[in-house]
């Protein structure tokens, strides 16, 4: 059975809803209308699905099979990104599919259509998992703490990207799967840091915390260049440093500055190593400076952590249906971030790229999260097709 052929056959219905859910994005865990389009296109297949209350995850079910569970995750929302791709479908409502959410939706959608029209062949369950606010990094955690991996709960799991993350180089239709590392933990922290206020004409009499935060930062970066191995990937980014001074106030010793940044690794001690060294640095500089600065972690998210094993099966079936040269193993190791790694830390997976770029207007490939990001929609089906592929392989 060639199911890039048989993906190819419903390429219609997947465009289709890529152009209806491109021209609504919607950003956070809130997309009422994206879900609302969603749900009536799983009940126009007649599959059975969950929503939720404080967030527009959807759980759809497909398959009576109890031996084997499968979950396959799409993210479903967009950013806060005026469109300027000019195409036909363009988004207008402020917000933009600028990272390939929309791709990923209609490419699950169109996996739940051919696993509809085989329900009663299939040895086993899939769980489509249709997730909010992967942006801002709490749809999985919702999607988790809601029950989405429990009865019943998914042997493994799969999910993809579109576009060219990884690669600038290797063309539209090409699949490719790293071996352990689909991407890094990422966290955003803040520092806080302490002085005492004075007059900028007697510096003597204050702690300033301007200098103070300066120091921090410059110790902070020497983790990178002088703690960790070389060849460890792991970055860390100050983003944001501000105080409450008055704007335009230039005699004021500042008693407080925050500075406001992310890090991020693949391996989980360098992580955790990171947090350390940077709570130990920002104290240490401040007391020896006169003053005080604590770090506290705002939110983060575990690395996506490929199962070695699932990925040279996922390769197994991708060689099925796609040529040799359209596959590709991903060697080195991508600092970019995915909240999937919440599914990933829970049960084993596979995470996926789909080459998908193509030239906006103006002739160039803008990366993601540009106003003018483009996908080349001629291989979404490729993505449906290893999908199906993977999941007709594990269940027999």
């Given at each position: 059975m060639n199911y890039l052929e048989i993906a190819k056959g419903v390429e219609p219905w997947i465009l289709t809803w890529y152009h209806d859910l491109h021209q609504c994005p919607e950003v956070g865990r809130s997309l009422p209308q994206t879900r609302a389009y969603v749900c009536k296109c799983l009940e126009e297949m007649g599959i059975p699905h969950e929503t939720f209350e404080d967030h527009s995850g959807i759980v759809a079910v497909v398959g009576k099979g109890t031996e084997k569970t499968v979950a396959v995750r799409a993210d479903m929302d967009g950013l806060p990104v005026k469109e300027e791709t000019g195409c036909a479908y363009a988004s207008k409502n402020g917000n933009m599919h600028a990272c390939g959410h929309d791709a990923h939706t209609a490419i699950v959608l169109g996996l739940a259509k051919l696993l509809k029209e085989r329900e009663a062949e299939l040895k086993g369950t899939v769980k489509l998992l249709f997730q909010a606010d992967e942006e801002s990094l709490s749809g999985a955690h919702a999607m988790i703490q809601d029950g989405a991996l429990k009865n019943p709960r998914p042997d493994r799991i799969y999910a993809l990207h579109t576009g060219r993350l990884t690669s600038r180089t290797i063309p539209d239709g090409n699949i490719i799967i790293p071996r352990?590392?689909?991407?890094?933990?990422?966290?955003?922290?803040?520092?806080?840091?302490r002085g005492k206020a004075g007059h900028a004409a007697t510096p003597h009499l204050a702690v300033d915390a301007v200098v103070i935060a300066a120091k921090v930062v410059e110790g902070v970066q020497a983790i990178l260049s002088r703690e960790l191995r070389p060849g460890d990937p792991a970055v860390i980014t100050f983003t944001d440093i501000h105080s409450d001074t008055p704007e335009g106030s230039y005699n004021i010793v500042v008693d407080k500055v925050e500075l406001i940044g992310g890090y991020r690794a693949v391996n989980p001690k360098t992580r955790e190593r990171i947090r350390r060294r940077m709570e130990e640095i920002a104290s240490g500089v401040a007391a020896a400076m006169g003053g005080e600065a604590a770090m506290e972690v705002l939110w983060?998210?575990?690395?996506?952590?490929?199962?070695?094993?699932?990925?040279?099966?996922?390769?197994?079936?991708?060689?099925?249906?796609?040529?040799?040269?359209?596959?590709?193993?991903?060697?080195?190791?991508?600092?970019?971030?995915?909240?999937?790694?919440?599914?990933?830390?829970?049960?084993?997976?596979?995470?996926?790229?789909?080459?998908?770029?193509?030239?906006?207007?103006?002739?160039?490939?803008?990366?993601?999260h540009s106003s003018k990001f483009r996908l080349n929609e001629k291989v979404f089906h490729y993505g449906t097709a290893v999908l199906m592929q993977a999941i007709a392989d594990y269940f027999g």
């Open positions: 352990k590392s689909a991407f890094a933990s990422s966290d955003v922290f803040k520092i806080t840091v983060g998210y575990s690395a996506v952590e490929n199962d070695p094993e699932l990925s040279k099966e996922l390769m197994k079936s991708a060689e099925k249906i796609l040529p040799a040269e359209k596959l590709h193993w991903l060697e080195e190791d991508n600092l970019g971030g995915e909240d999937a790694g919440a599914y990933f830390e829970t049960i084993p997976g596979v995470y996926f790229f789909l080459q998908s770029c193509i030239p906006a207007e103006d002739g160039i490939i803008y990366p993601h």
